[in-house]
């Protein structure tokens, strides 16, 4: 009898557990972010499908791979550092490098995980692309640069007419 | 070729794995090959006696390892998966294991993970025990031993790339994995050796 209410109570615990992986997993591989996780060593243990369409790596190629090969050097080591002291790091502008070799722009996120005993077992990182809104950010300060010389030629036209005007005057007060 | 006789012989083998096990080589089908793949296998698991669907399967109870058996046959067969990719299929379960989710944590270092390695085994099986005899991280190699576990040489190659997988999470460098003792070709027990 008591086994049996053990047995229930394990089979029990046991499809909690199921539902709760599946809900993650769902969520994880959901994700629009493209998401990853890292082991303190710097090794990314896990990633999403939407890290894998933007780094161009599989599966098989991404996991395993040190997460220095996908960011500039001297950036990822300020990140990793500030990740470990900090615990988290919100939107830190860095150039990441897919395997295309061309070099991204992106802001990216982090947040360490500890254990029971408060020990770093590694952190997610989360990237957002930029290369989009900086395309724009570009045009948007071409086109400011394109209005500042219109504007200086305008108004360096108009304030030339004011002058004229004015000598103009100035001349026809002598002539009377 | 798979016959109802032969996995009844299967089905006998003592030992028992997590459904965890079955489900992520599913997934893999699924990944891989849709889900006609996935049916291709679930029909001719009826048609060798053990129906089970990818839906009915509980990844944390216990099944015999026979049936994991033959679940690779199966898989093996109607792909006419070689060597090479059941190596591959070991490596890319991962993916879908919840148990290297939950181990995750002592990713931190090599010596952690050594200590782990006999209870991630006992997570999976019933049967055999694996154990890290020999590492060493100036020498960059580590021997996986596993005992007890005459089950079938189809893991020969799943392990393979499991293990390679694994340990390419660890040792932030690829490696090569070799099994060097094979308890189907006389030896005592199977031995791996992971170098990077």
Known sequence: MVKDEKDKKISLLSEDLTALESYISDIFTFSPLPLCFVSPLGVILESNPAFEKISGFSFDEIVGKPVEELFDKKEVEELVRDTLEKGIVEGKEMKFLPKTGIEMPAQVFTKARKDEEWNITGYFLGLFDLTEIKKTEKELRKRIEELEKFHKLTVGRELKMIELKKKIKELEAKNN | ?196
Request: hydrophobic share 40%.
């Open chain 2, 1 to 196: 070729m798979l016959t109802k006789e032969e996995a009844e012989k299967l089905i006998k083998i003592k030992g028992e794995v997590r459904g965890l096990g079955l489900r992520v080589d599913w997934d893999f089908v699924l990944r891989e090959k849709g889900k006609e793949g996935l049916k291709k296998v679930e029909d001719k698991l009826a048609e060798s006696g053990f129906p089970l669907k990818y839906k009915e399967i509980k990844p944390m109870d216990f099944y015999p390892v026979g049936f994991d058996v033959i679940s690779l046959l199966a898989i093996k067969e109607i792909f006419n998966f070689n060597e090479k990719d059941m190596e591959r299929m070991g490596r890319l379960v991962i993916k879908f294991s919840l148990f290297i989710k939950i181990f995750m944590k002592y990713f931190a270092s090599l010596e952690l993970v050594t200590k782990q390695v006999p209870r991630m085994w006992r997570e999976h099986y019933t049967v055999g025990d694996l154990e890290t005899p020999e590492f060493s991280k100036e020498k960059k190699y580590m021997v996986l031993r596993m005992k007890n576990f005459r089950i079938h040489p189809i893991y020969c190659n799943i392990h393979k790339g499991y293990f390679s997988k694994v340990a390419e999470m660890i040792v932030k460098a690829p490696v090569t994995c070799q099994e060097t003792k094979c308890m189907f070709k006389g030896n005592l027990y199977h031995e791996f050796l992971i170098t990077w």
